[in-house]
């Protein structure tokens, strides 16, 4: 079912959104991004007259009760972004009478599902190595169809809006779409858009595509380099992983991040690069420094020729020009990681030129998603954040859809 074909009106709706935001001291919030984000789908809801059941975890309480991760500190923020008083209901797995005395246009939110240990459905208090855990596991599984059945019997369907726990097969994520026909469970709004914007760089590939993979190692990202060697015409490597790459080839690279367990990986990396036509490109020249620090002493070098007490803290400026011709002209562009340490402003300038070469490029009608933490911070941070075509909300779980791994979240409605 598609949520804007979906009749809401006079049906209960249940709502798995992502309000796992952050927080100070004083429980205030102090970023409503993915507030913000679910209130397309939330409004929809309610504007078509029907009742909604709001259900987020917030933080890792482990499956305990604790006041530090209660949802009760937000619900009056999302009260005021709703435009509805939201009611509260203090225990997610006994909220039915409320649920069932809400009438069209009334919200409820479900305090923190992770406050149950079925919510993950991994056994609490006892270790992997415990001759006890499979069978602990086991009778979690079983509680765990349990507490979703539970959430599914306040609803008449059920939405799922949160993509930053999209590849998790929790309870409230996946397990709980079973208790629905295809008819009445469908992806919320921001879903549809990230599953949109995953299909753009996976499969509605436009050419030519170029994928910008930075960040500190290799080894987070080998799984979605590997994927996307079979899809993409050009392939930046770049920020701290270079120096394994360089290493690898026999370069020197002074006191630079390296891997050493991935010095074969990264030459295989190459060698696929090759067998395959993709234009691998590195950065050939960086910024060093003499300290981890923005007031470092600095000087350009090759790559790899880097002398001791040195280390790459950011891409040079002729690799900042490889970069940006590999950007200019893309039609499909991926970027994830920084190219430099960005956030001292010293060493930002790789990840600039990379940001203002997408924005460029995406002006001259190219499609771009930026996706997985620091990517994110880093276009921010140069206010070109709507210069590019989608930022995604999702870290772990655009990473591990970008790698081809199927989502849960998105398998248990759409069946793939
Ligand atoms: P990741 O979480 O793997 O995407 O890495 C992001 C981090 O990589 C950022 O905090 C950057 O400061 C860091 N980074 C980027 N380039 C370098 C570099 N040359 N040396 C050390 N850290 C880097």
Aim: net charge negative; with cysteine; aromatic share 6%.
């Amino acid at each position: 079912m598609c949520i804007d074909n979906y009749q809401f009106a006079g049906k209960k709706a249940i709502v798995r959104v992502d309000f796992n935001v952050p927080l100070n001291e004083q429980g205030q919030i102090t970023d409503d991004t993915r507030i913000r984000g679910a209130l397309p789908t939330l409004k929809k809801i309610l504007n078509d007259g029907g009742s909604l059941i709001i259900m987020s975890h917030m933080g890792k309480p482990k499956g305990k009760v604790s006041k530090k991760y209660s949802l009760s500190q937000i619900v009056d923020a999302v009260s005021m972004a709703l435009g509805v008083k939201v009611q509260f209901a203090d225990d997610c797995a006994k909220a039915k009478a409320q649920a069932d005395a809400l009438r069209p246009g009334e919200a409820l939110m479900l305090e923190n599902l992770r406050f149950y240990p079925e919510e993950e459905g991994k056994p609490v208090d006892i270790e992997k190595e415990d001759p006890r855990y499979d069978e602990a596991k086991k009778e979690m599984k079983a509680r765990q169809k349990e507490f979703a059945k539970t959430l599914a019997s306040y609803a008449d369907c059920y939405v799922n809006d949160a993509f930053g726990t999209a590849h998790r097969k929790h309870a409230s994520t996946a397990v709980i779409a079973d208790y629905f026909d295809d008819n009445n469970k469908m992806l919320g709004y921001l879903m549809e858009k990230e599953v949109q914007a995953v299909d753009n760089v996976l499969k509605n590939i436009r050419r030519p595509f170029t994928a910008v993979m930075g960040g500190s190692k290799v080894s987070t990202k080998i799984g979605i380099i590997l994927n996307l060697m079979d899809k993409v015409d050009n392939l930046v490597l770049c920020g701290g992983m270079t120096y394994t790459f360089m290493k690898a080839q026999g370069g020197k690279i002074g006191a630079s991040l390296c891997e050493d367990d991935k010095l074969d990986m990264a030459l295989d990396i190459l060698a696929q690069a090759k067998a395959k036509g993709v234009n691998l490109v590195l950065g050939m020249d960086s910024i060093v420094a003499d300290k981890f620090q923005n007031d470092a002493n600095t000087k350009i070098c090759a790559s790899d020729a880097i002398e001791d007490g040195w280390m790459g803290m950011d891409a040079g400026p002729q690799s900042r020009q490889d970069f940006a011709k590999a950007i200019e002209g893309a039609k499909t562009i991926l970027w994830n990681g920084p190219a430099g340490v960005f956030e001292m402003p010293n060493f930002a300038a790789g990840s600039r030129a990379i940001a203002e070469a997408i924005a460029d490029a995406t002006k001259a009608g190219a499609y771009s998603l930026i996706g997985g933490g620091d990517s994110v911070a880093c276009i921010n941070q140069f206010g070109l954040a709507e210069q590019v075509s989608y930022i995604s909300t999702g870290g772990g779980a655009l990473l591990e859809a970008i790698e081809g791994k199927v989502l849960p979240g998105v398998a248990a409605i759409k069946g793939e």
